[in-house]
Structure formats: structure tokens, C-alpha cells
């Protein structure tokens, strides 16, 4: 049983626009929320985080949205670049426990 | 600061042979450590778990299996590997499980690609 949907699992945007990543957990005991970005033959890297206390977090042009109330979570990228263009996963851990992975979101931003 | 080694990068290997990939944490002690597969296109799938040295979870039945001999080593074997085998293996590490730490997320390798032909 998949514990975190995230959606679209693809997604096409133009250099500028907004890119925004979608992911929903079920675990009341997740209290930290991670996204990763990995680059087509490397590994994934964590990018952003945020804890449940927070309803917002902000790195540069990349936002995470976190509504607790109704366990969903969003990544969004600001004026979206080609070299964004890679495949985005949100995860849900708890400290007592493993991460749980969304399926992942290939993003690609087109010039 | 803290590195994950992962080697080989590339590896080719026929049906039938046995597997032996690598990784070590440097910078940190008493890591969660964690074997990934991906399937190209595909999402993460977790292969095995350690929280400590001998200490290994599977999450998957497969002829796969791993070992943890050392605090910050951790290998992936296989006696004789199978085509769907085939993917991209990732090693990861996190802060160890209980402990308090703000970032808890995972430091990821940078992959074994292996193809078995």
C-alpha cells in the first residue's frame, strides 16, 4: 500500500513558468517531508525539506507548500529553467522510521 | 563533512554470475543505511535496510542479499544474477533511527549501473 501519491508523473513547462508538484501522505507519524531532484545517471539529491510545523518553505525558486491538515504537500519552482529538467520525488519519514518515496515526477522545461 | 562512496559505476555482467557492489559512509557514525533499485523511467524501490552492523532488513524477496560488515560499509550480493537484475542501484545513508536530529533526509550515491546480459 503506496503511503505517498505524488502527481503528475510527468510534467511539461515552458523556461519562466511555474512548475508545481503535487504529493499526498496518509501517515499521521511522518514529520519530516523531503524532495529529492535527480539528474538522468545520478543519484538523487536532497533539495529542499520541510517539518509540519511549517506551512511554507522557501529556498531560491523553490517553494515547498505543506497544508497538514489536509496531508498534502507541493513543490513549486519559480520561473522554471532548462536545467531544472529532471526527475523530482517527494518522501514522508518519520524518525522512528524508513522514508516512503513518491513514484516521481519527470519535469522537463522547455526553452 | 560527511561522503558516500558507490562503485563501480558501470558494471556489465552475464546471467548466471555473481554480484558484488560496494558502498562506504565517510564523516559519520552509526548511519541507517539502505540499497535502492530503479528501473529506468522508474521510482525507488527499496531492496534492503541496515540500522546497525549485521542488522539487515529485506524488503523484497529476491535473489539479492545484503551485508553489513562494517559501521559504515555496505555490500549487495548476489550468487547468480538474473536479467531482471538489470537497473540502476543506489546506496544511501540517513541519521540513525531514534536519534534527534532536525534533517533526517537521505544522502544518496551516485548509482551502479548494471546491465546483465
Known amino acids: 500500500q503506496q503511503q505517498v501519491k505524488q502527481s503528475p508523473q510527468s510534467l511539461i513547462v515552458q523556461k519562466g513558468g511555474i512548475s508545481i508538484i503535487n504529493c499526498a501522505y496518509e501517515n499521521t507519524a511522518f514529520d519530516y517531508f523531503p524532495w529529492y531532484q535527480q539528474f538522468p545517471g545520478k543519484g538523487p539529491a536532497l533539495l529542499i525539506a520541510?517539518?509540519?510545523?511549517?506551512s511554507e518553505k522557501k529556498e531560491g525558486r523553490f517553494t515547498i507548500s505543506f497544508n497538514k491538515s489536509a496531508k498534502q504537500f507541493s513543490l513549486h519552482i519559480m520561473d522554471s529553467q532548462p536545467g531544472d529538467s529532471a526527475t523530482y520525488f517527494c518522501?514522508?519519514?518519520?524518525?522512528?522510521?524508513?522514508?516512503?518515496f513518491g513514484d516521481g515526477t519527470t519535469l522537463t522545461v522547455k526553452p | 563533512s560527511q561522503t558516500i562512496h558507490q562503485w563501480p559505476a558501470t558494471l556489465v555482467q552475464p546471467v548466471g554470475s555473481p554480484l558484488s557492489l560496494e558502498c562506504t559512509v565517510e564523516?559519520?557514525?552509526?548511519?541507517?543505511l539502505y540499497w535502492y533499485r530503479q528501473a529506468a523511467g522508474r521510482g525507488l524501490q527499496l531492496l534492503f535496510y541496515s540500522v546497525g552492523i549485521g542488522q539487515i532488513s529485506s524488503e523484497v524477496p529476491q535473489n539479492l542479499s545484503a551485508s553489513r560488515p562494517q559501521d559504515r560499509q555496505f555490500i549487495l550480493s548476489s550468487k547468480k544474477l538474473l536479467l531482471s537484475d538489470s537497473g540502476f542501484y543506489l546506496c544511501?545513508?540517513?541519521?540513525?533511527?531514534?536519534?534527534?536530529?532536525?534533517?533526517?533526509?537521505?544522502?544518496f550515491g551516485s548509482g551502479t549501473r548494471l546491465t546483465v546480459v
Open positions: 564523516g559519520t557514525s552509526n548511519p541507517n
Open positions: 520541510i517539518r509540519p510545523d511549517v
Open positions: 544511501a545513508w540517513s541519521v540513525h533511527t531514534g536519534s534527534y536530529f532536525l534533517n533526517y533526509g537521505y544522502t
Open positions: 518522501a514522508a519519514n518519520s524518525r522512528a522510521g524508513k522514508s516512503t
